[in-house]
């Protein structure tokens, strides 16, 4: 790990506030010259104090412009926005729906396609992601949301996920769609599906 700048600057501080101190120490002695040297020091010392404050608090202004990222994090791009079964699905809705009428989008957050219009507080609850949302091809709207249930969504926490998903869904009036990984490779079922929708 590199040696931050700042240190030097709390060095040279410390030794203006040293040079200071020694100044009130010679503060006994009467003899002229000595007073004289007493002054400079003290002047230099509390430059030194000032000039290193300063420096610290521009140079931690500046550092945290610079890295907004926290200490440590590291990011890196997923090889894919689909698993493989999300894929399959996603191909067999492009398949079955006709390309000029409608659009998948995949990975839709909720706050996308949902506005909260009241009951204050934050949106937190719109910051979940759908698998897919069906749109019209003409302006966008949104039309349905897909959800690809795997084994994953029997825990007790994406249960209360899944249903708080679909309570906000029926709130705001956009239909939600939930297949299973069995039932998304059934073309037939999934056509039936999205035809009671749309």
Same mark, same amino acid.
């Given at each position: 790990m590199k040696k931050r700048p700042s240190a030097k600057w709390i060095i040279v501080l410390a030794g203006?506030?040293?040079?200071a101190a020694l100044s009130f120490l010679l503060a006994?002695?009467?003899?002229?010259?000595?007073?004289?040297?007493?002054w400079a020091l003290f002047a230099i010392g509390v430059a030194a104090a000032v000039l290193s404050a300063v420096v610290l608090v521009v140079g931690s202004l500046k550092r945290d412009g610079r890295r907004l990222l926290p200490e440590g994090a590291e990011y890196r791009k997923k090889r894919t926005l689909m698993s493989p079964p999300e894929r399959e699905l996603?191909? &067999? &809705?492009?398949?079955? &729906?006709d390309r000029r009428a409608f659009a998948v989008l995949p990975q839709t957050a909720l706050v996308s396609v949902i506005d909260k219009v009241s009951g204050g507080g934050y949106r937190n609850e719109l910051f979940r992601i759908a698998d897919f949302c069906i749109v019209d091809a003409g302006d966008f709207e949104p039309l349905v949301l897909v959800e690809l249930n795997d084994a994953s969504h029997l825990r007790d926490d994406r249960r209360l996920r899944d249903e708080k998903v679909a309570a906000i869904c029926s709130d705001a009036g956009i239909p939600l769609v939930t297949f299973t990984l069995e039932q998304a490779k059934n073309a037939k079922y999934v056509r039936n599906e999205l035809s009671r929708r749309l």
């Open positions: 203006g506030a040293a040079a006994g002695i009467e003899n002229e010259g000595v007073r004289g040297f007493r996603y191909e &067999l &809705l492009t398949k079955l &729906l």
